[in-house]
């Protein structure tokens, strides 16, 4: 089980560094995403001065840039409320402003719609798999919040309330609204998609626990971590947040947004 980590605190630039070195569901339930590379944030500071007085001071610029550029990553750099926003974060509490948000920007890709800044990344990752003998398929992406809404009614009304709000998002929380959202399938055992825990067992999911981030996606709702994104596990949904953010949180054993951008656990405000 992953271990869960304190609100992580954003790299705010290199300025600050510089001075610091010297620092789910049912298997019926559809509900609940290689990239163009996000922007990247500067790792360099002007110079103010006419330059460095020695050589070995020029060399130890040199390391602490390196070292800046290992740690960097601008936490602040994407809104996580704009829902045009890469980085846009949605759970049982945080919704789409506005509720019925759409993104203009959909794209096809094998069957399902996807923002444009995503379809790159996710072809990419298809091709890798196949490369590696493995077939991933697509059984969702985009979804509107009518279809949301259809969504989420049907599993309350197969699963009860307690459960269906467990596995299946209220329109307008949903990340597959986003467009940034996917989810996989096996070509293998195509009866375990969206089939919590057989699913987690396909071939197909061993690779995407493996590979998915290199392509900029994450697994959204990782076992052990409920308590933090509000649903069950799924060993089939993946967020698309770009290559440099997900190999990041891949790198630090971050698996969850909340804990990424200092958000609090979902579930946590009064409803
Ligand atoms: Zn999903």
Redesign the pocket.
Known sequence: MLRRRGPVRPVLGTAVLLALVAC??APAD????ESPALPTTPTTTPRTDSGPDTEAETEAEAEVEVEVEALGIDLTAHSTSDPDSPWVVVNPDRAFDPLDHEPDDLVTVQGHQVRKMVAGDLRTLLDAAREDGVHVTLT?AFRSYEAQHRAHAGAIARNGRVVGEQISARPGH???QSGL???FGSSTRPGCNLARLCFDETVEAVWLAEHASRHGFIL??APGQESVTGYLS?G???RWVGRELATWMQDEGLTTLEDVFGLPPAGSADD
């Not at 559809?30 to 995403?33: E, F, V, Y």
């Open positions: 789910g569901p559809p509900t609940l995403p969702s949903s990340e597959h959202a996917v989810d959204r709702y799924e089939w949904h993946f």
